[in-house]
């Protein structure tokens, strides 16, 4: 996909949606991207879109789970969805992540990565990071070994083995480990930490491979109240640095991190904007907030 057919889209998607918007490029102009060289490993954010989705389709059974989803993100961009159970929040994370192939429709990485040509498995390794609901850290790990453990994924077992951390690796699982709140708890096995704990382990595996998107769902789902109030003030940390995209259900943590806000209804968007314009749209008080 061109670049301009990449603003075009997110404009027609800003109109349907109706809200502004607001193309946001590091380079100050459409214009340089063009001639510009990809380099490897580097995703092309010049037409100010890390993620973009247009027109995705996806039926399971005959049943359309995604409908004609379109929406994008901007680089740096902390993004909460939401929306009634069954609406496809999960799905489109699993198109996203190559999980589950669309019918029909365009997902973009940037503005030269088609996430529709790769593999679950390469659309990891381009940069993009999903943290599923449950924590699934090794137990009888302890968490610096979980974080360690995160570098060497791809591997192998005898690698694996002869694998030692370089110095910038150290100085970065450092400044991680920090970030996640668990200074104090580098040495505990992460069986014994409790539940926001190892969500924030988990994030902090994720976050060794340095992925340039995130993928949360629910990710303060059976936290504490305390524990909540932490993931807030780590997602605000993380916004900037890498762009998010949050599923949730609890409204109290979304306006704590939120900026805009995607409704998502019947496979498709519904509303767009900051939470309290969506808390005040009627369509979205009929679908999922109730009266
Ligand atoms: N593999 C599948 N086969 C058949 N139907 C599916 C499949 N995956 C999802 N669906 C259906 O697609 C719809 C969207 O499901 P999805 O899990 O994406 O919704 P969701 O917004 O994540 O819901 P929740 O908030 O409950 O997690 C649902 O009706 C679901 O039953």
């Not at 100010?48 to 049943?63: K, N, P």
């Not at 589950?100 to 790769?118: A, C």
């Not at 993928?215 to 997602?235: K, N, S, Y």
């Not at 943590?253 to 900051?274: N, P, Y």
Request: hydrophobic share 40%; net charge negative; glycine share 10%.
């Amino acid at each position: 996909m061109t670049p301009d057919l990449m603003e075009a889209g997110a404009q027609r998607a800003a109109k349907a949606a109706g809200y502004a918007y607001t193309p946001e490029t590091e380079s100050g102009g459409r214009a340089a991207g063009f001639g510009r060289h990809a380099t490897p490993g580097e995703v092309d954010v010049t037409h100010g879109r890390i993620l973009y989705l247009e027109d995705v389709c996806v039926s399971f059974d005959g049943f359309k789970a995604i409908n004609k989803l379109s929406l994008d993100i901007a680089p740096g961009e902390l993004r909460c969805i939401i929306g009634p159970n069954g609406a496809g929040k999960t799905t489109m994370m699993d198109i996203i992540t190559g999980k589950t192939r669309p019918d029909s429709g365009t997902v973009f990485f940037g503005s030269t990565i088609d996430l529709l040509r790769h593999k679950e498995a390469d659309i990891a390794q381009l940069g993009i990071g999903r943290k599923f609901q449950k924590p699934t850290v090794f137990e009888q790990l302890t968490v610096f070994e979980n974080l360690e453990l995160a570098l060497k994924t791809d591997k192998g077992v005898k690698r694996s083995m002869l694998f030692k951390l370089d110095s910038a690796q150290s100085d970065r699982l450092a400044e991680i480990i920090e970030t996640i709140h668990l200074a104090d708890s580098v040495s505990r096995t992460a069986g014994n930490l409790s539940h926001g704990q190892k969500q924030w382990l988990e994030i902090g595996m994720l976050l060794m491979q340095d992925p340039k998107l995130l993928l949360l769902d629910e990710p303060v789902a059976g936290m504490t109240d305390e524990e909540t109030a932490r993931t807030a003030e780590l997602f605000l940390t993380l916004k900037g640095k890498h762009s998010l995209m949050v599923v949730e259900h609890d409204m109290s943590f979304i306006r704590t991190i939120s900026e805009i806000v995607t409704v998502l209804c019947d496979g498709s968007v519904l509303a767009q904007g900051t939470l309290d314009e969506v808390q005040a749209d009627e369509r979205v008080i009929e679908v999922y907030l109730g009266r």
